[in-house]
């Protein structure tokens, strides 16, 4: 387990056994319901979606509440691919821990921890791992379970009183009850060797065959199986393909090493293990232990510029979540990475202030040059004011390869125009246009006759950026352009903090529209001189803007 749990309440009767448990786990986090915990380290809005969220996130759970709860509130969640983080169910009153997913992830270890904590038994139902105090069928990192149907019947057999031997390199199993015997019939058979499983052993495969590839090629993965075939290895020792840090962008080794379901690694000159057999250019080298493979080359960085949307989470894109899920670095503004929450305490934060923009996306690319995985946040869309393009320029005005060999991705979001037309109707539903009225980056005049344009083509407008303490008059300039195109009965909409908890959405006309009713935490909707509102049932209004136009 790589991540601390998080451990969630729901009623501060709980909140007794949380700490209790927080204190096995200092980085663990205590989250609470909002209104009826005080004290929590995290307040959260809804069970359902906070556990989820945890969950995908890899995130260890502790839920001091019912098990059935926990089961169907992540039901729909266990249908995704994904690894499964331990989950765990224990007794608000602390008298039961009970593990319910995360088998392979050490949730019976988690489950020991907290029993032993709270004084009483684990619930652990794993039949072998009762008897033997280890579970056979799920080794440790870095080894594979040939055959997960023979290994249940040898953990049966074993469970029937025969006895075992082990065979190669298994020090997991030093500290397990095993019935150890050296003349036993069943053993344990730690070998990169491929072959099928016998009846009578549990067959596993220790991850360090490296792969190693000189130049890329298509069809490289079933060239990599055949090398193995022919030197006899089984496809899951293999721990990683290996390549040369010049073809880090080739599409070609990131698609074989997908097939084969291994990590992609480059090197560049450092000592290797000994090359084991090679059969048309690929070199299979062989290291003295999982840990050893796992340990060389390094893999692509990546670096994804991500939007939030305008704030709640359920605005968020599922591609965004995992980007966010498997960062290891995320910069930008402290407030929007305050809003990618939750994330996990090994994720590294790096806030700085909102105007250092081109210094960020440099360190973006720092980071992931060094083969990190990297998330620059912003608000709303990436591309709409906001971080895209200054890590694209930060790109393009560099020469270093290998800021252009990392994988760059930009993903969209939805941008606090869209979210505040939506929130309103359809203010938007004809032509429009987008202006920031901040001059940090550009020249007030500009913006001044891009208004007047857009106020004479009779295009509907979304003001961001619309005042601060340092602009305090420009919004004011703004509609006075504005007003010379545009009748007092044009209809505004302003949105401000949308999707988030201090929502507010109001509609009026440019005729009462006062700097004063805005901030900088609002989007302004100018209307086209086509667009209407009338009454909604349970009040307010809906405003649109008609698809035609005449
Ligand atoms: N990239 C962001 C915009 C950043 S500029 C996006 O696509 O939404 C910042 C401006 O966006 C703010 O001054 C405000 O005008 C607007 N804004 C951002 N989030 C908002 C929200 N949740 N509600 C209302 N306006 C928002």
Not at 357 to 364: D, G, I, L, T, W
Not at 429 to 436: E, Q, R, T, V, Y
Request: aromatic fraction near 4%; charged fraction near 25%; glycine fraction near 8%.
């Amino acid at each position: 387990m790589n991540a601390s749990p998080a451990i969630v309440i729901l009623g501060a009767s709980a909140l007794a056994t949380a700490r209790r448990v927080q204190a096995l786990y200092p980085r663990a986090r205590i989250h609470g319901l909002q209104g009826r915990v005080e004290g929590a380290d995290e307040p959260y809005q809804d069970f359902g979606d906070t556990l989820r969220a945890l969950y995908r996130a890899g995130t260890p759970i502790i839920a001091l509440c019912a098990a059935g709860i926990v089961i169907r509130s992540l039901a729909p969640a266990l249908q995704e691919k994904g690894a499964e983080p331990p989950v765990l169910a224990v007794a608000e009153d602390g008298s039961a821990v009970v593990p319910l997913l995360g088998g392979l992830a050490g949730v019976n270890r988690l489950a020991r921890e907290i029993a032993t904590a709270l004084e009483v038994a684990p619930a652990i139902t794993t039949s072998g791992e009762l008897r033997f105090g280890a579970c056979l069928l799920e080794p440790p990192q870095g080894y594979a379970l040939a055959d997960i149907e023979q290994g249940k019947r040898f953990v049966a057999d074993l469970l029937g009183g025969e006895s075992l031997r082990i065979e190669g390199d298994a020090p997991w199993l030093a500290a397990a009850r095993l019935p150890l015997a050296e003349d036993a019939r069943r053993r344990v058979r730690v070998t990169c060797e491929a072959r099928p499983a016998q009846r009578d052993e549990l067959l596993i495969h220790p991850r360090q065959v490296l792969a190693e590839v000189q130049a890329p090629v298509d069809d490289l993965a079933a060239l990599v199986h055949k090398a193995l075939a022919h030197a006899h290895l089984a496809p899951a020792a293999l721990a990683a393909l290996l390549a040369p840090r010049r073809h880090m962008a080739d599409a070609r080794l990131a698609e074989a090493a997908r097939a084969l379901g291994v990590p992609l690694r480059f090197v560049a000159g450092e000592p290797l293990p000994p090359v084991h057999g090679a059969h048309e250019g690929i070199h299979l080298r062989l290291a003295e232990s999982p840990a050893q493979a796992a340990a060389i080359g390094r893999p692509r960085g990546r670096l994804s510029v991500i939007g939030l949307g305008p704030g709640a989470a359920e605005h968020m894109t599922p591609a965004v979540r995992r980007a966010l899920d498997e960062a290891q670095d995320l910069l930008g503004y402290e407030t929007y990475v305050k809003m990618a929450e939750p994330l996990r305490a090994d994720q590294v934060r790096h806030c700085s202030d909102n105007r250092e923009e081109m210094q960020r996306a440099r360190h973006a690319f720092e980071l992931a040059a060094g083969g990190r995985r990297v998330v620059v946040v912003s608000s709303g869309d990436p591309g709409v004011f906001a971080m895209a393009a200054a890590v694209i320029e930060a790109l393009h005005e560099s020469a270093d390869a290998e800021w252009h060999n990392v994988e760059l991705e930009v993903l969209p979001g939805v941008s606090a125009a869209l979210a505040a037309a939506a929130r309103a109707g359809a203010p938007l539903g004809h032509d429009f246009c987008l202006i920031s009225l901040s001059d940090n980056l550009k020249p007030w005049e500009v913006i001044e006759k891009r208004l007047d344009h857009a106020g004479a083509a009779d295009l509907a407008m979304a003001f961001y950026n619309p005042i601060s303490r340092a602009r305090p008059w420009q919004l004011g300039r703004a509609l006075e352009i504005v007003r010379q195109h545009r009748a007092a009965e044009t209809l505004v909409v302003l949105g401000r903090d949308i999707g988030r908890p201090a929502e507010a959405l109001r509609s009026l006309t440019l005729g009462e529209l006062q700097p004063e009713m805005v901030d900088m935490r609002t989007l302004v909707i100018i209307g086209s001189s086509l667009t209407r509102r009338f009454p909604r049932a349970g009040g307010g209004d809906w405003v649109y803007t008609p698809r035609w136009y005449r």
